[in-house]
Nanobody, 118 residues
Framework: QVQLVESGGGLVQAGGSLRLSCTASGIEFSSYTMRWYRQPPGKQRELVALFTSGDNANYAESVKGRFTISRDNAENTVYLQMNTLKPEDTAVYYC????????????WGQGTQVTVSS
């Protein structure tokens, strides 16, 4: 079955770091481009990071220079390294897989909670 599972969230103090993982099963992982979104409490979901071409990536201005997206196709996993975390980074973080040849195919994980204390 098709499944995306995020992990690595938790509670961290401001200035700390976390690495989120999203592992895919039931899909041809290399056929999908991966994105990270987040949804702060009471707010809309927002795009955090995505691949453009190859290992190049774009980031939301609010996380640029602090977050890094990467993927390991051999492990069917995409990562989000989050450094210098701020309280405003508190959100549920979701990975999103989009089929390269048909962007209407759009898969989501269950989310992982990140809470940054001041």
């Amino acid at each position: 079955q098709v499944q995306l599972v995020e992990s690595g969230g938790g509670l961290v103090q401001a200035g700390g770091s976390l690495r989120l993982s999203c592992t895919a099963s039931g899909i041809e992982f290399s056929s999908y481009t991966m994105r990270w979104y987040r949804q702060p409490p009471g707010k809309q979901r927002e795009l955090v990071a995505l691949f453009t071409s190859g290992d190049n990536a774009n980031y939301a201005e609010s996380v640029k220079g602090r977050f890094t997206i990467s993927r390991d196709n051999a492990e069917n996993t995409v990562y989000l390294q989050m450094n210098t975390l701020k309280p405003e980074d508190t959100a549920v973080y979701y990975c999103n897989a989009v089929l390269r040849r048909n962007s209407q195919v759009n898969l989501w994980g269950q989310g992982t909670q990140v809470t940054v204390s001041s």
